[in-house]
């Protein structure tokens, strides 16, 4: 194949979701002399792109979304292992936690993936995360912003004790926080003191740039 | 309808699965029960069920359930029960063919009748919903309608059951899912039942659980139900499994899962205290790929009708939600009567026993009190639908036709007047009328909904509840918020 085949063929792969495909020609461009930085922006990130454009058409949805992040993870994974630091740009770093008490993950992934899919650097913290160690993280990593996800009608007391907690660290002048969840609203975070509220994983993207001043 | 002899009642049924198929997802789960089992991460659970002959990995807290065991369970599960009223006039039997309607519920939002804007819902919202819900003669179980959003997250329950136990006449449903929530509702019960133990004779009130991940359970959720096992108030099991996020995304995948974690989680309970009576309430969803949430629509449709007759296999009392559920957000839509009636329609003639009452909007996030009151327009109909007909001698009227001969006036005829009121239905909310009588009235919806909520607020009786008891709540409410708010 031409590396001109090989490009075309990485951004098919993203937007119809085939890693195995994806791996390989990463393999196969890395062989013919390219460098990671190439295959990142000339190969995969249109596929990317187009991923997005059509999610935001409607052509497109989340599952396509999901397999897309499952397959440039994938891409990363083999890049970062040739090369440690990719000096990628980041928009942000954000930590995403589902909040302790509550093992709900579906939408805490979905947030994470459309974050990366938009150029921040993510870190999910998991579910059931106890506040100690949600401040615990902003302290050592010091993130941008803090997703904070709640299905729970209980658990939005715990995304309010997270905010006061960081607070009460000297913490919470350093970072931006959201929350997001069904029982979750605008009132919510800012009778919390939160920084937004995001409904679903598509605002969660538009809302972290707001918070961070990034525009479009 | 109805079997040989002579015919009374031709009622009208769906069925979707054969014997055949009933049986391959009941092996199919028997299965997954072996091969997966529940991760139920709760120690007494698991402690119950390998002292009954089930696997326990203690690292993850799960246990895989042999088919024996399930079958054991399946054998003690009651199939008809008693839910009592706290006021014993509005008692009802579940399980018998009757249908009954339950209230939509514990939504976070409600739609403002008066704004027409969203809003979180508060405690008033929630006092006034209880009694329009108390005097809605439709409906025989009682779900609190919204969440009060305004009462702090760890007294959100309790301060529900409060309101609840000293307005409703009704049987009450509550959420027990919360750690420490469970003592403190027995204490309510104590006090208006003069001791919990009661709640065996009397079962006022049921206790529903979702454990909405696959396959799993929270430890909390598990302790809540087995403290209430000396009592043994019905519970109403509650997946909602949502094809293409905590299932999979193909129907039978949906129906499989759903059927399996419903075994599982039965077995538990039947084998924690055999005979408590279970009800399987049906939410199968899909997940709407654009804004992910739960989305009604005819998936779920088709799935429900197959799980109400593993249910009916089983012989366990069925409910469904996905008839309360609309993907709309504007009241009093095609839309929302698309939704409603597609789903009720076919549930009822599925034969379902219980079944929620219209009235949310937004998946199931927002109640619309407007779509609640309209809904009696299509339950109405519906009902009407599932009575069925009479195919006897007296009503095929082949004398009369005889006596009447050609260009006969049926007006005339006793029977037209005998019949009439059986036969014809009339929506008391939109009363037959002609186009200019209608628009001489002057009045639009939303006028007749707020007739009608003002109607049924007027008409509302309390229950007849002693000042102590009221007393005793209050006190119960002071104790837990200074154990869960300090």
């Known amino acids: ?216 | 309808m109805a079997g040989g002899g002579k015919v009374k009642r031709c009622m009208p049924r769906i069925s979707l699965l054969s014997r055949k198929e009933k049986e391959r997802i009941h092996g199919k789960s028997l299965d997954l029960l072996q091969k997966i089992g529940i991760q139920f991460n709760n120690k007494r659970a698991l402690k119950i069920l390998e002292a009954a002959g089930c696997g326990v990995n203690w690292d993850n807290l799960s246990a895989t359930i042999p088919s024996k065991l399930v079958e054991k369970a399946l054998a003690t599960l009651p199939s008809r029960f008693l839910k009592a009223g706290h006021d014993p006039a509005k008692d009802f039997i579940v399980g018998d063919g009757s249908l009954s309607f339950v209230s939509p519920g514990q939504s976070t939002f409600i739609l403002d009748l008066e704004t027409n804007q969203k809003r979180l819902s508060t405690l008033d919202d929630l006092v006034e919903t209880t009694k329009l819900i108390d005097a809605m003669d439709e409906i025989t179980k009682f779900v609190p309608l919204v969440l009060p959003n305004d009462v702090p997250p760890p007294m959100r329950m309790l301060r529900a059951a409060r309101t609840v136990l000293s307005l409703v006449r009704k049987h009450t449903v509550g959420a027990v899912e919360e750690e420490g929530v469970t003592p403190f509702l027995l204490e309510m019960f104590d006090a208006v039942l003069g001791d919990r133990a009661r709640l065996r004779e009397r079962p006022v009130y049921t206790a529903i659980i979702n454990p909405s991940e696959p396959f799993q359970n929270g430890r909390a959720l598990v302790d809540s139900i087995l403290d209430l096992a000396p009592y043994q108030p019905p519970i109403m099991m509650q997946f909602m499994t949502l094809a293409g996020a905590t299932a999979p995304m193909t129907e039978a995948g949906n129906i499989l899962q759903e059927n399996a974690n419903f075994l599982g989680n039965m077995t538990l309970y039947q084998t924690a205290a055999p005979g408590w009576p279970i009800e399987w309430s049906l939410g199968t969803g899909l997940l709407d790929m654009k804004v992910g949430r739960y989305t009604a629509g005819p998936e779920n449709v088709l799935s429900t009708l197959a799980l109400i007759e593993m249910a009916k296999f089983y012989h366990v009392p069925v409910a469904t939600f996905s008839s309360s559920a609309c993907d709309a957000f504007i009241s009093d839509s095609f839309r929302n009567g698309t939704d409603y009636t597609m789903c009720m329609l076919m549930n009822i003639l599925a034969g379902v026993d219980l079944m929620w009452w219209p009235g949310e909007l937004d998946g199931m996030n927002m109640v619309d009190l407007r779509g609640m009151i309209i809904g009696k327009y299509a339950a109405d109909k519906l009902l009407r639908i599932r009575k069925g007909m009479i195919l006897d001698e007296d009503h095929f009227m082949a004398d009369t036709m005889v006596k009447m001969g050609f260009a006969g006036n049926y007006l005339a005829e006793p029977s037209t007047k005998k019949y009439y009121h059986a036969e014809w239905i009339k929506s008391d909310l939109f009363p037959p009328a002609s186009w200019e009588s209608w628009k001489e009235s002057g009045k639009n919806v939303d006028d007749i909904v707020k007739e009608r909520v003002a109607g049924l607020l007027a008409k509302y009786e309390p229950p007849h509840i002693a000042p102590e008891v009221i007393r005793e709540l209050d006190r119960i409410i002071a104790a837990a918020e200074k154990a869960r708010l300090a």
């Open chain 1, 1 to 216: 194949m031409t590396m001109e085949s090989i490009l075309q063929s990485m951004a098919r792969c993203v937007v119809e979701g085939n890693e195995e495909l994806a791996k390989d020609l990463v393999h196969q461009a890395l062989q013919a002399g390219s460098n990671p930085h190439e295959i990142i922006n000339m190969g995969f990130k249109p596929g990317l792109d187009e991923v997005g454009i059509g999610f935001e058409r409607g052509d497109l949805f989340i599952c396509d979304l999901v397999m897309a992040g499952q397959v440039m993870q994938a891409v990363m994974d083999i890049l970062t292992t040739r090369q440690a630091s990719l000096n990628l740009k980041t928009l942000g770093k954000v930590a995403i936690a589902t909040v302790a008490g509550d093992i709900h993950t579906i939408g805490k992934s979905l947030v994470g993936m459309m974050l990366r899919l938009n150029g921040f650097t993510v870190t999910d913290l998991g579910a059931d995360v106890p506040t100690s160690s949600i401040v615990e993280y902003v302290k050592q990593e010091k993130p941008d912003i803090i997703g904070l996800s709640a299905l729970l009608s209980t658990s939005t007391q715990v995304q309010k004790d997270v905010v006061e907690a960081l607070h009460k660290a000297d913490l919470r002048n350093g970072v931006k926080v959201l929350v997001g969840g069904a029982v979750t609203s605008v009132a919510w975070a800012d009778e919390i003191g939160a920084d937004g509220f995001a409904e679903d994983a598509i605002s969660a993207v538009r809302k972290a740039k707001e918070v961070l001043g990034i525009s479009d």
